[in-house]
């Protein structure tokens, strides 16, 4: 990484140090910091500052593996983490692909992650812009409220160390603000929310947040429950973000590896539209979740997944790449100290076309422009593809937008949905999502709603 | 719950300098909550057990009230100097103002007893947990060839709190948990099916002594493989069955948030305003009750140190409170209801539920399938989501039959259902009398989770929107 933080760093190879004959151990020692503010009705509601740090310790042995971790960075602590590490290594069930990543030679590509003016910047401003945003929201439109308005930082060091000779620390930093609204209209009360993220507090765009808050709430008053037909959709960046990361958990080689996915046995097949081109690319600085190495050490890098339709390759950390005989694609996740190494997509990006959605939306004969989903845990399986979500948005005829939209849900299988794109809009959008949005237009979907 | 030690997490003089120097800066209110948890898991997948997991989360949050202003520091470091460090932070930023001399006289709280622990778990050979990862996985396999992969988890956890505030509470808890979950997949003509089983209470290892995991396992088998030859769902408006047990996700995402005090307070409750209203079918008595001996969300005192308590929200159909927790019940100038509640000692405290059902009406639940003409009968529930303020949600169903002329006949493929919570309440027409718990759920508000239970007697809505794509 770009920055050594020493101190954790020697933590880390303390305990890598401590192996025995025939043990690996990876040793992950973080720490981190966060401050919250919310503002509500132009007061400080509530102020957090807090910081935290631990150690998640790895032991392999004889291809079984054992895990453990505590929040804190306590000597005698991380000496106990380690010992019961060790002795959850004679519970696991031998597995011959069982074992640490190794250094694989692929170079990192530098980015900035840490900004020193997020770093010094004071706490009378980040609360002075958090009353801004409320105020900006307020001035939008007469029917709207503010439910709440916040700003929060963060910042992490991190540093991991193996037997297997990865060594890699270094840290970040991050800030954000968003809104929520409220709209009323008689006894109709709807919801909104906007944001804006950004290296530090000068690139947040307020305007924009506050806009978008009121528009999303105020645009839903008097929305109808549209009648059931099957339709075409217009996702808006927002929703398309949601329905890629979907797609993360079947490119998981993992899954595959396992008989999770339903695009197992499937690379070199047409499993959507020509026009869509999946890619993971978290070395893109644009990208909220870019990194320079994944949850293992190695380093991230691009891969293609679906080029103009055909399935071309899966995501790998080190396990999964061993159990299908191929080499890591720098696809390790990890949720902090407190969890062992995962799979998945770390930065997904479509590679856009070149219709503003207001020219997507006019070609679109009859359907409904997607604003907003919900129940994507509750209403998509994507093991069978089964795919069903709450909605709300406008109704689309002859390529104009019409009446808005509520309580209905959209249904099809991610099978289906990927060959029924029929267009893929330029309107990039970097979410603060591991997948960035644009306008998807998607046809045959079913629409339920009365 | 029933406690081995008593030795507390912090000695009530630094407690008392902690809570002293949050007022420091002129604060009317400050508190500190201690946690300390192990924990230990256990996953088995594709036939391997994969990994054992030994964590340990100890910290403490400070939380310090100026007026309508709240400051939270936490911290790792439970010495003297860590917490009176994170006091000082949480004291800076709820106010700058005069600071002053604070004493306070800490006085035990009575803590609900929840029920007794057998067998904590910290004291059970980890061989022994691992042992039924395998029996699961055998029992499941062995329903069907058509079971192509298994994957289950077991998890336990111990937690000690305690909460000390500035108003003299002194309380602590201990909070026991063991769970077991089952995920299989079944292999067919028309392609994979998942099925999905868990077991959760706030009991000790005493729980499998009391239940059968291969039962467990063998249920989860048996969703998937039922689901091979399931059709896809219907498109639109029908009748609704809900199955006793999981169906109370139905009401905690109808009502339940919404009947959340904090977001009441705000106006972004569809239920605001409503107090004493008929808001639901006169068959609907909805109640949160975190006493529930031994479910998901039992808990001896709430996290702000208040007792847990039975609280009826809805009785026949009216609205007679919501839930609250220290902040709103003061600025109302009434009593808390034991349902502030936070993730871990790194959050803050907000209103959240704890065991939230419906109570028994008379029907028999054969009579309410058979006085279904065409209808769908959701047998187990997935989660859910809401928009309190509009009173939209949405809950996904993960096993599920088409009735049709009184009998239940093909099972669905999966997708949610829609609705409108205050209408949904009215459309309620049929009320079973077979009330069951289902099984344990986190619920999610705010970025934090934490353990609820839900349940509810078979019952029907006359109306729902079924979100499937069949005609």
């Known amino acids: 990484m770009s920055n050594t933080v020493d101190d954790l760093q020697a933590i880390a190879d303390r305990v890598v140090a401590q192996a025995g004959a025939g043990e690996q151990i990876e040793a992950y020692v973080s720490r981190g910091g966060e401050t919250a503010i919310r503002i509500y009705e132009g007061e400080l509601e509530h102020f957090v500052s807090a910081q935290s740090e631990g150690v998640g310790i790895r032991v392999i042995k004889d291809g079984r593996t054992g895990f453990a971790y505590a929040g804190t960075l306590d000597p005698a602590a991380i000496a106990e983490v380690l010992a019961d590490a060790r002795d959850n290594v004679s519970f696991g069930t031998p597995d011959e692909f069982a074992g640490l990543a190794v250094p694989d030679g692929v170079a990192q590509i530098p980015q900035k992650f840490w900004d020193e003016e997020l770093a010094g910047y004071p706490t009378d401003k980040k609360i002075a812009l958090t009353k801004e945003l409320e105020k900006l929201t307020l001035g939008m439109d007469e029917r709207v409220r503010v439910d709440e308005a916040n700003y929060d930082d963060g910042w992490g060091e991190v540093a991991v160390a193996t037997t297997t000779g990865i060594r890699e620390s270094g840290r970040g930093n991050s800030c954000y603000v968003s809104v929520s609204t409220l709209a009323d209209d008689e006894e109709e009360t709807q919801t909104g929310f906007g944001f804006s993220v950004g290296d530090s507090p000068k690139d947040f765009n307020l305007q924009k947040a506050a806009r978008e808050a009121a528009e999303r709430a105020t645009r ?5 429950k549209p009648p059931s037909k099957r339709t075409t ?121 070149t219709q503003s959605q207001e020219e997507l939306i006019a070609g ?65 959008d970097w979410l603060p999502s591991r997948a960035h949005g644009l306008s998807l237009v998607i046809r045959d979907v079913t629409m339920s709603g009365t | 719950m029933s406690s081995r030690s008593n030795s507390p997490l912090i000695e009530p003089d630094v407690i008392a300098k902690v809570l002293a120097k949050g007022r420091s800066t002129g604060a009317e209110f400050s508190e500190i909550y201690v946690e300390d948890k192990r924990s230990t898991s256990a996953g088995l997948d594709d036939g391997k057990v994969e990994q054992v997991t030994s964590g340990r989360d100890r910290g403490a949050g400070i939380r310090v009230i100026a007026g309508e202003t709240t400051g939270f520091a936490h911290t790792s470091d439970l ?299 959701v047998a187990k529930l997935g989660g859910g989501q809401v928009d309190t303020a509009s009173g939209d949600f949405v809950f996904g169903m993960v096993e599920a039959y088409l009735i049709e002329n009184g009998e239940i006949t093909e099972p669905l493929r999966e997708g949610n259902l829609i609705g409108n919570g205050p209408q949904v309440l009215k459309d309620i027409d049929l009320m079973g009398n077979d009330f069951a718990m289902g099984g344990p759920g986190t619920c999610g508000k705010d970025g934090q989770g934490v353990p609820v239970g839900d349940g509810c007697p078979t019952l029907r809505v006359k109306s729902m929107t079924i979100g499937g794509t069949a005609a």
């Open chain 1, 220 to 224: 839903l008053l008097g929305a109808i």
């Open chain 1, 233 to 353: 959709v217009v996702l808006d960046p927002y929703v398309t973000s949601q329905f890629i990361s979907i797609l993360s958990s079947t490119l998981n080689g993992e899954n595959v590896a396992k008989g999770r996915s339903f695009f197992a046995e499937r690379l070199g097949d047409q499993v959507a539209d020509p026009r869509f081109t999946l890619v993971d690319d978290p070395t893109n600085p644009l990208a909220y979740t870019a990194t320079d190495i994944d949850g293992e050490g190695l380093a991230a890098r691009r891969n293609v997944l679906i080029e103009n339709g055909v399935l071309k390759k899966f995501v790998h950390s080190s396990y999964s790449a061993r159990r299908m005989n191929t080499t890591s694609t720098g696809n390790a996740t990890r949720g902090g100290f407190a969890g062992s190494p995962g799979v998945g997509c770390l930065a997904m990006q479509l590679v856009p076309g």
């Open chain 1, 364 to 428: 679109v004969d009859d359907g409904v422009l997607i604003q907003m989903v919900s129940g994507l845990h509750s209403g998509v399986n994507p093991i069978s593809g089964d795919f069903s979500t709450g909605a709300s948005g406008m109704l689309i005829s002859n390529g104009t937008v019409g009446a808005p939209v509520r309580e209905f849900t959209i249904a099809s299988t991610l099978q289906r949905m990927l060959l029924d794109i029929v267009a893929i809009g330029a309107d990039v």
């Open chain 2, 79 to 377: 010495s003297e100097r860590g917490l009176l460090a994170a006091a000082e932070a949480a004291a800076a930023a709820a106010k700058q103002g005069d600071g002053g001399v604070h004493t306070i006289a800490l006085q035990p709280v009575f803590r609900h007893p929840v029920n007794t622990i057998v067998q904590f778990p910290d004291t059970v050979a980890k061989a022994r947990k691992v042992e039924l990862l395998q029996r699961a996985n055998a029992a499941a396999r062995g329903v069907h060839g058509a079971i192509v992969q298994v994957s289950a988890g077991y998890g336990d956890s111990v937690k000690q709190i305690l909460i000390a505030n500035s108003d003299g509470v002194f309380s602590a808890d201990e909070q026991v948990r063991t769970l077991m979950r089952v995920s299989v997949i079944a292999n067919g003509d028309a392609g994979m099916q998942t099925g999905y089983n868990s077991l959760g209470h706030t009991i000790g290892f005493e729980l499998f002594d009391e239940h059968d995991v291969e039962e467990l396992a063998v249920r989860a088998a048996q969703q998937a493989i039922t689901k091979l030859q399931a059709r896809p769902a219907p498109s639109g408006a029908m009748q609704v069955v809900i199955k006793q047990g999981s169906g109370g996700v139905l009401f905690h995402e109808a009502c339940g948030h919404g009947l959340e005090a904090d977001l009441v307070g705000k106006g972004s409750s569809v239920y605001r305003g409503k107090m004493g209203e008929l808001v639901a079918s006169p068959l609907v008595t909805v109640i949160d009750d975190g006493t529930m001996a031994g479910e998901w969300g039992a808990i001896g005192v709430d996290d702000e140190g208040h007792a847990s308590q039975k609280n009826t929200l809805i009785e026949n159909g009216i609205l007679t409170d919501y839930m609250w927790d220290y902040i709103r019940a003061r600025k109302e100038g009434r009593k808390q209801s034991g349902n502030g509640r936070r993730q871990s000692y790194a959050d803050l405290p907000m209103v959240r539920m704890t065991n939230t059902f419906v109570t028994n009406g008379s029907e028999n639940p054969d009579d309410i399938i058979r006085a279904t003409d065409k209808g769908v009968y």
